[in-house]
């Protein structure tokens, strides 16, 4: 088995691993040729139509993906660190299935999942709430600002 070794802890982790298992660093690729998809942006480049008259999408505020988009662009979205969600934050503050993201009349409504570290909607936990022009939905580390542009 090839390992990675953490540059801060020393400890040896697999080769496949974005962070160490020992101390949560995030790990240098293994090597300068190879890309890795936690920095691709996952968005499209304009947003898509929530609504008749607007569109919707969540924006990176902080953080290492900062500016991405991701389009509000279906009913229902999730968000975590499983990559197979539509929303995919690679941290370990980030549970693999967090939060999921709901089309309802006017806008999108949030709702945590059973994440440990919890979902916040300007600064408060939240099991559900409705997403308004400007809320900062926090997932992890993650701060994803909520806009709605008139169409």
Not at 21 to 27: I, K
Not at 73 to 81: E, H, M
Request: proline share 3%.
């Amino acid at each position: 088995m090839s390992v990675r070794e953490c540059s801060r802890c020393g400890h040896g982790n697999e080769r496949e691993a974005n962070y160490c298992s020992s101390c949560g660093t995030l790990l240098a690729p293994p090597n300068a040729e190879e890309k890795t998809s936690q920095y691709d942006v996952v968005a499209h480049p304009e947003p898509l139509v929530a609504s008749q008259d607007k569109h919707c999408y969540l924006e990176v505020d902080e953080g290492i993906k900062r500016g991405s988009r991701y389009s509000l662009d279906v009913d229902k979205l999730s968000a975590g660190r499983h990559p197979d969600s539509a929303i995919f934050l690679d941290d370990v503050t980030v549970s693999r299935r967090h939060a999921e993201l709901q089309r309802i009349a006017g806008g999108f409504e949030v709702r945590d999942v059973g994440s440990l570290n919890g979902t916040y909607l300007n600064g408060t936990s939240v099991d559900r709430a409705t997403l308004r022009d400007g809320d900062i939905l926090q997932v992890g580390k993650f701060k994803l600002r909520y806009v709605e542009q008139a169409g």
